[in-house]
C-alpha cells in the first residue's frame, strides 16, 4: 500500500517568504500526484496535478516538482500571502483514481 | 457550474441511529469516492464508484457502513448502527474517469454520535 509522507507538520513564515513544502511517497509506480489545499471547516480544493511523465507544473505563485526515482514532490510557494494560510495536503495515485493521501502541512503566513 | 453537493453540514447524534449521508457529484462526472478525515487517521479513502458500479470498498470500516449510487447525479453513505467512534468529518469527491482531472471535493459532513 503506498504509504504519502509530509514534512513539517506545521509551518510559520513572515509574509512575503518563499516557502517549500516536501511529500514523499513509498511506491515510485505512480499515475499521478495531486496537491490540495483545505482550509478550516471546509473541503479540499485541488491546486495542482502532476501526471507521471511531467517534472512540474505551475500556477501563479505556485510550483509543484515531482521527481518518481526519489518518491518525492516539492510545492513551492513565491512570496507568501496571510490568504495562503491553510493546510496543504499531497495525494498520489497509482491508478489514476484512487488517491492516497498524506497528513499535510498546517501553514500560517504572518502578516 | 455548481460544486460537489453534500448534505447534511453537520449531524449530531446517538449512538445506535441510523445516519445517512448524501452527495450530487459535479454533473459530468463518472467517477466518485466517499474520505472520511479524522485527526488521528487524517484523510482516508471509504470506497469509490466508477459509472455507479462499486469499485473498491476495502477502506468500509465495517458492515455497518454501506454505500449506493442509484444513478450518476446521487449517492449515499450509510452507517447503521452508529457508534462514538464514527465521529468524523466525511467527504464526497467526484472526478472524470480519465486519470488526467482533478478530484473536486465537497465541504464534507461534520457527524457527531453521542
Known amino acids: 500500500k503506498q504509504e504519502v509522507t509530509q514534512i513539517p507538520a506545521a509551518l510559520s513564515v513572515p509574509e512575503g517568504e518563499n516557502l517549500v513544502l516536501n511529500c514523499s511517497f513509498t511506491?515510485?509506480?505512480?499515475?499521478?500526484l495531486q496537491w490540495f489545499r483545505q482550509d478550516p471547516g471546509k473541503g479540499l480544493t485541488s491546486l495542482l496535478l502532476?501526471?507521471?511523465?511531467?517534472r512540474e507544473q505551475t500556477s501563479g505563485r505556485l510550483n509543484a516538482s515531482l521527481d518518481k526515482s526519489s518518491g518525492r514532490s516539492t510545492l513551492y510557494i513565491a512570496a507568501s500571502q496571510p490568504g495562503d494560510s491553510a493546510t496543504y495536503l499531497c495525494a498520489v495515485s497509482n491508478t489514476g483514481n484512487q488517491f492516497y493521501f498524506g497528513t499535510g502541512t498546517s501553514l500560517t503566513v504572518i502578516p | 457550474d455548481a460544486g460537489v453537493i453534500q448534505s447534511p453540514r453537520h449531524e449530531v447524534t446517538e449512538m445506535g441511529q441510523e445516519v445517512t449521508l448524501r452527495c450530487k457529484p459535479i454533473?459530468?462526472?463518472?467517477?466518485l469516492f466517499w474520505y472520511r478525515q479524522t485527526m488521528m487517521r487524517g484523510l482516508e479513502l471509504l470506497i469509490y464508484?466508477?459509472?455507479?458500479?462499486?469499485?473498491?470498498d476495502s477502506g468500509m470500516p465495517e458492515d455497518r457502513f454501506s454505500a449506493k449510487m442509484p444513478n450518476a447525479s446521487f449517492s449515499t453513505l450509510k452507517i447503521q448502527p452508529s457508534e462514538p467512534r464514527d465521529s468524523a468529518v466525511y467527504f464526497c469527491a467526484s472526478s472524470k474517469t480519465d486519470g488526467h482531472q482533478p478530484q473536486h471535493f465537497g465541504d464534507g459532513t461534520r457527524l457527531s454520535i453521542l
Open positions: 511506491d515510485s509506480a505512480i499515475y499521478n
Open positions: 454533473s459530468g462526472h463518472n467517477s
Open positions: 502532476i501526471q507521471s511523465s511531467q
Open positions: 464508484f466508477n459509472n455507479n458500479v462499486p469499485i473498491d
